[in-house]
């Protein structure tokens, strides 16, 4: 009985949920600037099937099978079910776990597996991931397994600038960002303004080129992902470090793709959270749309047990 009781305990902290207070305690209902909190919550799961459940930094969602896509930076894809009622998570379910596999089947070696972005695409009946890599940037696809798709339909080229590793600020600040635009198709960039730009902007780029450049707040803020909006903008995940302070910033800002100006677009301000106001924060890299106006992000905790995988579900108000 007492083993039976201790296996209880040891399969409720492997595969649980724990509360996270993601705001501070003076902001009321969740809301701040033009973003509310709705649920945070730190997933507490050590393998999905045989694969290690962490350091995720690549999130989407299918709406239509009501399933998540987790991607982590070691080359492993996994599938999960988030259980919401009256606006909270109220559980994760796992459903698959896999290792990136190449075209003819083979698995991506440590050096070129640093998977980090991700999204979904719908072509009639098929559904695809596209995965952007740093290190070695690239953009491939992928079918829902995690295998790659021999015959590759799409244009997933990236411009001669973004295929070569000398143009990033480093080996691992490049392609973080990845979307998939009904009207640009890939949209990607990477953490930092590209080597020799120095006028405070920061490129998107599809297939063909640059599509725009916004306006940085500070150098150092570096974009982790982004997602297609409803109104066909874009929502940008960006994430600080100050080793001084030893503080975190996250920023969620609105890019506005339909009104583009001398090759700049329009960017907003949706929230900026910093640790120093209280925010409990982490290393947030993966975002998605969920449902209407409401978004899911997670945090990459690094393979390391002092971080933490916090999946946080939030509501953007419409904007100007």
Known sequence: MKSLFLLTLLFSFVWGLEKHNFTPSNIKDGKFMKVRILDSKIIEISKIEKEKFHGISGLSYDENRDIFYLLNDRGRLFSARVLVRDGK??????????????????????????????AIVQDGDKKSLLISF???????????????????????????????????????????????????????????????????????????????????????NAVTEFEVMSDGNLLVLGRDFDFKSFSISITLKKIYLKNIENGRCKVE????????????????????????????????DNGNFLQKTILTMFEVSDSK
């Open 89 to 118: 998570i109220v559980d994760f379910i796992p459903i698959n776990g896999y290792r990136l596999k190449d075209k003819f089947g083979k698995k991506f070696l440590k050096p070129k597996r640093d998977s980090e972005g991700m």
């Open 134 to 220: 740093e290190g070695y940037p690239r953009v491939i696809e992928f079918d829902v397994y995690g295998r790659g798709v021999k015959e590759n339909k799409k244009n997933l080229t990236l411009p001669k600038k973004l295929q070569n590793i000398k143009n990033y600020q480093g080996r691992n600040s490049s392609l973080e960002a990845l979307t998939y635009h009904p009207r640009y198709g890939i949209l990607t960039t990477g953490e930092f303004p590209l080597k020799g730009q120095k006028d405070g902007y920061q490129g998107i780029y599809n297939s063909k080129g640059e599509v725009c450049k916004f306006k940085k707040d500070y150098f150092e």
């Open 269 to 300: 301000n949706l929230a900026v959270f910093t640790s120093e106001e209280g925010w409990d924060l982490d290393n947030f890299e993966g975002l998605t749309h969920y449902k209407d106006n409401i978004y899911f992000m997670i945090s990459d």
